[in-house]
């Protein structure tokens, strides 16, 4: 059965519409990530010894509310480290919004000890409304987000150390 042009022309309307909804949801709903932040080396040490990283310092509220939004990819051994001038209440957390990668978040105290490890999923809500929170359920000062699955292969847990400072590492 041959369609009527008519309907031709509606079916080809709604197939432009519906491409064009598709092309304009993934332009505007991703985040560009940020460029700039400084570097620093460091490590978390553990019972399973010294692991070196390196992070993107966010230090200031701009920097910490855009974080690793629009990132496709981090390097395994690269995260983010999120200061804050002053402590954080446990209730205090992160989301996902406009994150594209699976992360883990440790909650950090102000001598560096890891107070909390939490387990995040990218969200897809078009609206930060629709992403879920991730307390850190301990007062923090710090967070350092890593790709997900750091923390557990480097057998890295509450109690253990983060240090900044390559300087301050210890050789495995």
């Given at each position: 059965?041959?369609?009527?042009?008519?309907?031709?022309?509606?079916?080809?309307?709604?197939?432009?519409?519906?491409?064009?909804?598709?092309?304009?949801?993934?332009?505007?709903?991703?985040?560009?990530?940020?460029?700039?932040?400084?570097?620093?080396?460091?490590?978390?040490?553990?019972e399973a010894?010294?692991?070196?990283?390196?992070?993107?310092?966010?230090?200031?509220?701009?920097?910490?509310?855009?974080?690793?939004?629009?990132?496709?990819?981090?390097?395994?051994?690269?995260?983010?480290?999120f200061k804050?001038?002053?402590?954080?209440?446990?209730?205090?957390?992160?989301?996902?919004?406009?994150?594209?990668?699976?992360?883990?978040?440790?909650?950090?105290?102000?001598?560096?000890?890891?107070?909390?490890?939490?387990?995040?999923v990218p969200?897809?809500?078009?609206?930060?409304?629709?992403?879920?929170?991730?307390?850190?359920?301990?007062?923090?000062?710090?967070?350092?987000?890593?790709?997900?699955?750091?923390?557990?292969?480097?057998?890295?847990?509450?109690?253990?150390?983060?240090?900044?400072?390559?300087?301050?590492?210890?050789?495995?």
């Amino acid at each position: 059965m041959k369609p009527r042009s008519g309907m031709l022309h509606t079916l080809k309307f709604w197939a432009i519409l519906a491409a064009g909804s598709v092309i304009h949801g993934c332009s505007s709903g991703v985040a560009a990530p940020q460029e700039g932040l400084p570097v620093i080396d460091a490590c978390f040490v553990s019972e399973a010894g010294s692991i070196p990283i390196k992070l993107e310092v966010a230090s200031t509220a701009e920097q910490r509310s855009k974080g690793l939004m629009g990132r496709t990819s981090m390097a395994p051994d690269a995260g983010m480290l999120f200061k804050y001038r002053k402590p954080r209440d446990a209730d205090h957390g992160f989301w996902m919004y406009k994150t594209l990668i699976p992360l883990d978040i440790a909650y950090l105290n102000g001598e560096g000890v890891i107070g909390s490890i939490r387990h995040m999923v990218p969200c897809a809500s078009a609206s930060g409304a629709g992403c879920p929170s991730y307390p850190a359920g301990v007062p923090f000062i710090n967070a350092v987000e890593m790709n997900a699955g750091f923390f557990r292969e480097h057998r890295i847990q509450t109690g253990d150390h983060l240090y900044l400072g390559a300087e301050n590492c210890p050789t495995r």
